[in-house]
């Protein structure tokens, strides 16, 4: 009797340690769906429900509607599935390219989206970032169950058909993206390996920038069944028992006859350099059938980066918006190189290597890659030698590549990431070809700049780099007679000049230094003290005295000179200058008069970017306690637990590293300068385990928080108070220990 109450008691605690351990698993505090759908279909998260490693070359979803620029393959609001997608699309309002998808069916072969759909309801779906399963309705009433798994650069696939003959799989090799031009596709079925492999040249920002003739996303598609009967298909015809085929819009279809409960596996792999190179990427990485296996190697590498941070306190719904923030900081940018060698789309060849990709410049220099610094410090060098890579094959390191150079958006914020990491002594790359990058960057003015106007996502494969350079040396400003987006860009520059000079003091080039920290000023040329605002102005030197207003796509006012906004959303952009900013607008008084009109007026937009360090100026000015308190009031209006909970486009993980930097109590106002400023954090403690170089434990402790108090009375780093609202980089990761004691009522510190 003693030996099983022991046994009891033993069993009881096993029980109750592995629910304790699951509970506090980070990962179950991810929801996929965040971010996945909104008022509507151009202005929201812009996020799907993504299977796929850390960083990982090709992410795996469900797709319910064709994706293209502006439309992602998953949204929550849609109700049937069109195939399941191997994609390379980084963000709504870019691109895909290379990618394939399947559909598994039954009944006659139907080709046409629309068609082909299959139901589904959310109640028989389920994401995680591992793994995703969802059952599908057929025409006749039956149910296919599939999951999906997935490694680096391939996924596994369990499909559960109903039992009968007329069970498919529709391979979709190549989609028509446009009128304009033909995309090179091909398919071919191998009987008797039960494999299909092929290609296709598919690229929606194809218009955006150089052509690259040799660009393919190859596949190879293995099946754990031999086929009844197997045909391809181009544009809306089929072609039965025919094996191969090269055309733009085709695929593939093959047959099965399956018993009651019978289950057929499914392996895609992809490749940017071959159809054997592909081929050798499922040897690596998904070997066998096992798809259990491919689920728990996955979930480990998502543990593996999860771990290194842990919060404590809050409410459930602020634990999943945070950790589901990590999920996300952690996709881009992407590995591009398979296995010690990648395709390059930026001189249309193959290299021997590591490559990443996918890197939204005008949005991430911002959080996304400063979080990198502490997350993922690993991944830093090998990112900024890829952007190297790139000045190599290219020319000029990208603004955007998607995956080659695209034109969109504005600045060379490149400079802003390499000076970022340079500052925080990461040096694992050529530092004399960094600095000709960023030097090019900020002296020579890109082909025809006189010629073109360089208008956003301008149809040119010409690359614009600092599109109107040549007016910004000659003037100290962008001309908007001459340059679209006029303001934004001298803006922009002149925060890039600082960054340039950051680097040029490191390496001792003291002249480059003087000389771009006083074009580093520039902003100020754009200032029209008649108004209190960054205003366009002439060549001639004359502000213009009519502003063309307009509303865009996302029902947005859009000021001529300004880039995503009007008059608000780039008066603060001078990150680089707070306090030079502040002389400008006339001192501590009216500056911080024109911040409250800012978010009290309504003129504040959190889901676009430029505006994302704009609560952290309060510090500058003196009133740190309005930053804590504007903090705790837009974070809930713009982060919440539903899978319309994100106020604008992720962007590649910029919204979510702001939400995980503000969580923490601070924020990088202007990455490249190794400093954060003070917030107010949101958890009652956070640990950040960080890895080599730093290998440290660092614990961010705010235990009021859990109170409710959300304005700091002091803080201590190590025992030794801060006074100031400001920490350099250097020291958070070499502290033991980060304290806030917090108040219920607004506080003199940091004043």
Request: hydrophobic share 35%; proline share 5%.
């Amino acid at each position: 009797m003693k030996l099983n109450r022991a046994l009891l008691v033993l069993v009881c605690a096993c029980l109750y340690s592995c629910a304790r351990e699951n509970k506090d698993d980070s990962l179950n505090y991810i929801n996929s769906y965040i971010g996945s759908t909104g008022a509507t279909d151009s202005d929201y998260g812009g996020t799907i429900p993504a299977v796929a490693p850390p960083f990982a070359m090709t992410q795996w979803v469900a797709m319910t509607r064709e994706n293209f620029i502006s439309n992602n393959p998953y949204n929550y609001r849609d109700t049937t599935i069109i195939g399941f997608l191997g994609t390379h699309q980084p963000a709504i309002w870019m691109g895909d390219y290379g990618f394939i998808s399947f559909l598994p069916s039954s009944g006659a072969i139907k080709i046409a989206p629309t068609e082909r759909a299959l139901k589904f309801l959310h109640k028989g779906e389920k994401a995680t970032p591992y793994s995703y399963s969802v059952e599908m309705q057929n025409k006749a009433g039956g149910i296919i169950r599939t999951e999906m798994a997935s490694s680096q650069r391939c996924a596994i696939f369990n499909i559960r058909f109903p039992e009968g003959a007329d069970n498919h799989l529709f391979i979709e090799a190549s989609r028509k993206i446009s009128e304009k031009r033909e995309f090179e596709g091909f398919v071919k079925i191998l009987p008797e390996s039960n494999e299909i492999i092929g290609y296709n040249s598919d690229r929606h920002s194809f218009m955006l920038g150089p052509d690259i003739p040799n660009f393919k996303g190859y596949f190879v598609i293995q099946i754990s069944k031999p086929f009844t009967k197997s045909g391809v298909w181009k544009n809306n015809e089929l072609f039965d028992n025919t094996l191969e085929l090269k055309a733009d819009h085709l695929g593939a279809f093959v047959y099965f006859d399956t018993k009651k409960d019978e289950t057929v596996q499914v392996k895609i792999a992809t490749s940017f350099i071959s159809i054997d190179q592909a081929r050798q990427n499922l040897k690596n990485e998904i070997p066998d059938w096992n798809f259990k296996k491919v689920v728990q190697q996955n979930r480990e590498e998502w543990k593996k980066y999860l771990d290194r941070i842990n919060v404590e306190g809050g409410t459930e719904d602020q634990k999943i918006c945070f950790y589901t923030a990590v999920y996300r900081t952690l996709q881009y940018p992407r590995i591009f190189s398979e296995y010690g060698h990648y395709y390059s789309a930026f001189d249309d060849k193959i290299h021997a290597g590591v490559s990443y990709n996918d890197y939204s410049l005008w949005d991430t220099f911002r959080a996304e890659h400063p979080w990198i610094t502490l997350i993922a410090p690993e991944r830093v060098n090998p990112m900024i030698q890829t952007l190297l890579q790139m000045y190599d094959e290219g020319g000029w390191m990208p603004k955007w590549p998607n995956p080659t150079y695209t034109n969109i958006m504005i600045g060379t914020h490149s400079d802003a990431v390499v000076a970022d990491a340079f500052v925080k002594n990461f040096r694992g790359y050529d530092l004399n070809k960094a600095y000709a990058a960023v030097y090019k960057n900020a002296m020579t003015p890109p082909d025809n700049d006189t010629i073109m106007r360089w208008a956003d996502r301008e149809e040119t494969k010409l690359y614009e780099a600092r599109g109107g350079l040549t007016y910004y040396k000659r003037l100290g400003y962008v001309p908007a007679d001459k340059t679209a987006e006029s303001v934004s860009r001298t803006l922009e520059f002149a925060y890039d000049d600082y960054c340039v000079a950051q680097i040029a003091k490191g390496l001792g080039k003291t002249g480059d230094y003087n000389y771009f920290m006083s074009r580093s000023k520039n902003y100020r040329n754009v200032f029209n003290p008649e108004t209190g605002f960054m205003a366009a102005r002439n060549s001639n030197g004359a502000f213009l005295k009519q502003i063309q207003k307009r509303i865009d796509e996302s029902n947005q006012e859009v000021e001529e000179g300004i880039t995503e906004g009007g008059k608000w959303t780039y008066l603060f952009c001078a990150m680089q200058d707070v306090y030079g900013l502040i002389r400008l607008m006339g001192g501590n008084e009216k500056f911080t008069y024109m911040l409250d009109q800012n978010f009290d007026g309504g003129h504040f937009q959190h889901r676009n970017e430029p505006g994302h360090h704009f609560i952290y100026l309060y510090n500058y000015a003196g009133q740190p306690w309005k930053a804590q308190e504007k903090i705790w009031e837009h974070t809930p209006l713009n982060y919440k637990n539903a899978p319309n909970g994100l106020s604008g486009n992720d962007d590649c993980g910029q919204m979510s590293a702001w939400l995980i930097f503000s969580s923490m109590g601070f924020y990088p106002v202007c990455p490249g300068s190794g400093e954060y400023v003070i917030g107010s954090p949101m958890f009652s403690k956070i640990t950040l385990n960080l890895p080599a170089p730093y290998n440290k434990k660092v614990t961010i402790s705010a235990p009021g928080v859990a109170k409710g108090m959300k304005y700091i009375k002091s803080l201590r780093m190590d025992g030794k108070p801060i006074t100031k609202p400001f920490i350099r980089h250097d020291d958070l990761v070499k502290c033991d220990e980060l304290v806030f004691e917090m108040s219920e009522t607004p506080c003199d510190w940091g004043k």
